[in-house]
C-alpha cells in the first residue's frame, strides 16, 4: 500500500468552508492573497478562516509576484504557517520572510528542474503546476502528466487540473509527495463543495490502498 500523498486545499474563502475541509480530513488549506484572483481574500476573510483551523493542520498564504511590502504586511495581520510562491519570484525573495515557503513551478514555463533545485533548495516542496509564471493558478487546466519530473532529493506537490475523477489515477502513476486542488472541489470560483472536497479525499486514499 502507498503512503497516502497530503491534500492541499486551495483557495477558501469562508470559515464554515474550511471547517469542512477539515472534516473531511484535509492536511492543508490556501488562502489566495493575488488580486486577481476570483478566490482572492482580504485580511478579515483571512483571519476568519484561520481562527476556524485546529491545530496540526498547516494554514498556508499563496501569493503571486507581491512586492516584499504586501507580503510583510499580510504576515503582520494573518498567522499564516507557511508561505506559496507562484509567480517568478526568486529563491532570495522567497526566503526573505523567514517562514517555510513551497516554490510553484509552472509546466508551460518549460522550467529548468536543476536550477529550480539550487535557486530553491531551501524550500519546503516544489508544487508543479500547469500555469506559467504571469498566468493565475485555479485554472482547471492539466499539465501532461508524462513530463513529471523525477527529483529523488525534494517533495513535490502535485497541482493542475486535479478532479475527484481524476486525482486517484494522478497518485497512483506519479506518486506525489502531495496534491493541491483548488477549481476541482469547487461549486463556484471561490465555493467549495464540500462532497466534492470529501470524494477528492476518499478518492486519494483509495488509490493508496489499491497498491
Known amino acids: 500500500m ?5 491534500v492541499k486545499i486551495c483557495g477558501l474563502t469562508r470559515a464554515d468552508e474550511a471547517r469542512l475541509a477539515v472534516e473531511a480530513g484535509v492536511d492543508a488549506v490556501g488562502l489566495v492573497f493575488h488580486p486577481r484572483s476570483p478566490r482572492h481574500v482580504m485580511v478579515e476573510q483571512a483571519c476568519a478562516v484561520v481562527a476556524s483551523v485546529p491545530a496540526f493542520v498547516t494554514v498556508v498564504g499563496l501569493f503571486m ?29 522567497c526566503r526573505a520572510f523567514g517562514r517555510r515557503y513551497i516554490k510553484a513551478l509552472g509546466m ?4 529548468d528542474m536543476d536550477l529550480a533545485m539550487k535557486d530553491y533548495a531551501d524550500a519546503a516542496a516544489l508544487l508543479v ?3 506559467a509564471g504571469d498566468r493565475d493558478g485555479g485554472s482547471g487546466e492539466a499539465f501532461d502528466w508524462a513530463r513529471w519530473p523525477s527529483l529523488a532529493d525534494k517533495h513535490l506537490i502535485l497541482a493542475g487540473g486535479l ?10 502513476r506519479l506518486k506525489p509527495w502531495a496534491v493541491d486542488v483548488s477549481s476541482g472541489v469547487e461549486a463556484a470560483p471561490g465555493r467549495k463543495d ?12 483509495r488509490a493508496c490502498k489499491s497498491h
Open 2 to 6: 502507498l503512503t497516502p500523498p497530503r
Open 65 to 93: 509576484n507581491p512586492d516584499r511590502e504586501q507580503v510583510e504586511e499580510t504576515l503582520a495581520r494573518v498567522p499564516l504557517d507557511m508561505l506559496q510562491f507562484h509567480g517568478r519570484e526568486s529563491g532570495a525573495f
Open 108 to 111: 508551460s514555463d518549460e522550467p
Open 129 to 131: 503546476d500547469s500555469h
Open 163 to 172: 478532479t475527484p475523477e481524476n486525482v486517484g489515477e494522478a497518485v497512483s
Open 194 to 205: 464540500p462532497e466534492k472536497m470529501t470524494r477528492f479525499i476518499r478518492e486519494v486514499h
